[in-house]
């Protein structure tokens, strides 16, 4: 044992640590420290083979105590991590930080085996695993693909004539705008009102002498009267309203350039829709006498052309000052002020002008054949380039508003949640429908539970096809066969022809007319939005009979899955020989609510599904012989 001559200061010790531990130390500073080592002599070719000596373990535990010699390595210390420290990060956030440029992703770093043992075997198991099979779909399309493909920009016109041969009188039969606000009185409250003589009382409601103006419609001996009244419920059918959007969709669509000039430009807003109504009237409506007094008035000579572009002495007020008001103009601005008797002198002048155009003068030759009615050889024209949407979407509402308004109340009784809920598409999602399954005038439509008849009538309008509706409820098919009655009518006022309408009330799963057609149908429309999943799987293989290349079109898939991948499960399955495609309708296309979905297009493609079965059965067949060769 050997001693040392001096002893060493603590405090030189101390600076081996950090000040934090010196502080906390026990142990004074001014003491002194006596180390003790022993030192044993190695020869040195043994010491140079042996293994490096390890440090005896101290035999004191107090932090102070350290070695004096320079062939022991100090203890480690342990560091405190902070708070915003380097070391207290995470290993992702430091890899960061030594490479700025590194992606930073959350997949676990792979592993690397320098191993030639380890590469080998791997190697050798990816020669004897067999490939997985590729992924069958039963669409050709990748199942990254938008599921909403635009429409066409462009959609073919089928050519076919339009015109009717028949003549436009409406008949008995006809469920004009009078006799539908004649059957609602009660509900219908005064609008216009006679500004020179306030005790007027021609334009208050009343059962008989109730004021009204008539309209001409394009084809020969065809009109309609209007109730020049306001319905107390803003929801419900307004005749004056409805007037003035006809009679705009006549001057634009029926009449050349220079017969336009006689009934000046059309007003881009309608005033009518725009102006509010006047109070109600009182309950117990006044005897007066008729309005058509008020209506007769001396019309200038149609040989003057200045005169027919303008109204003259058409003021209201007290003094018959004339003004020269365009005659569509006057119509807006009459309803606007309310002015009863403006209204009613313009429409007569209009009227006027529209028979003077239908009836040319009869030649002087008896036996001359009689001139043709210009307002058909306009609808002649339209054999190339189809009937004009505005025409269209104005016979369908015409039609809607006296044959479905009425009715309303009688169709809300249904069984809450359940498959005879009703509801309706509009006219702007049936349109759409229409022009993408590219329906024609050689074309079979088939509503399945077609409710009131409206997407049936308007295919049979908008491309003349043969359509065939059937609905179980029997309130909307009541409605659906009177819909389809009227519209015929309608038509031949119009002057349009259009394709056969045939409607049944009974069951869409029992009924023998829907076995018969259902094979030679090209679409098939299911408004199948509310339908229980029974009736929805009942249906189903009612479509096994349909053609190839027919369409089915729904509000709910008749699919599990869209573009689904082709398993034993579903390689089977009945839908298996649709090609389903997913579009989007937006607010205001449904009556069952106001935001936006999807509608569904199934294509039978019988031919695509065989040979997706065939790959499919192919690939089983090598995945069998595949797992044999590995036993």
Sequence with gaps: MLTSSAPRSASSDLAFFSSSKVSNSVASTSSNVVVTTRVARRPANQQSRSAPATRAPSSSSSPLSSPLTSDHSPPRKRKTQTVGSSSALPRDVKRLRADPEAEYTDKPRKRIYNSSKNSSRASSRQCTQPPSPEPIYRSSRSRSTSLFPGLDTETPITP????????????KRHLSSEMVVKRLMKSYKSYFKNHDDPSDRSFQPHPTNYPFAELEYPNTGASERFILLAPKDKDHYGPIMDLERSLHCIVENYLTPPQQALFGPIPSDALSEAASPPPSPSPSPPHSRSSTSSGSSSLTS?????????????????????????????????????????????????NSILRSLKYPPLPPDLFAPVPPNPLMQVVEGWSEKGMPKKVLMRIIEENYQRSVGPNVHSLKQYEAFSSTVYGELMPSLAHEIIQVTKLNEESLFLDLGSGVGNVVVQASLQTGCRSFGVELMPAPAKVARQMAEQLKVRCRMWGIRMGEVELEEGNMLTSKRVDELIAKADVVLVDNKVFEESLNEALRPKFL??????????????????????TERNVDDISAIFDVTERPYHSGSVSWGNNGGSYYIHRVDRGGYAKIREKFENSRVGGRSTRGSRR
């Design 545 to 566: 009979d349909l053609k190839e290349g027919a369409i089915v079109v729904s509000l709910k898939p008749f699919v599990s899955s869209l573009n689904a991948r082709v």
């Design 160 to 171: 076919r004539r339009w015109c009717t041969d028949k003549d436009g009188a409406p008949g």
């Design 302 to 350: 149609l040989s003057d052309s200045s005169t027919l572009s303008s109204l003259t002495s058409l003021s209201t007020s007290s003094t018959n000052s004339p003004i020269r008001v365009p005659l569509l103009r006057a119509v807006q601005r009459a309803i606007h002020r309310q002015d009863g008797p403006l209204f009613l002198r313009a429409i007569a002048q209009i």
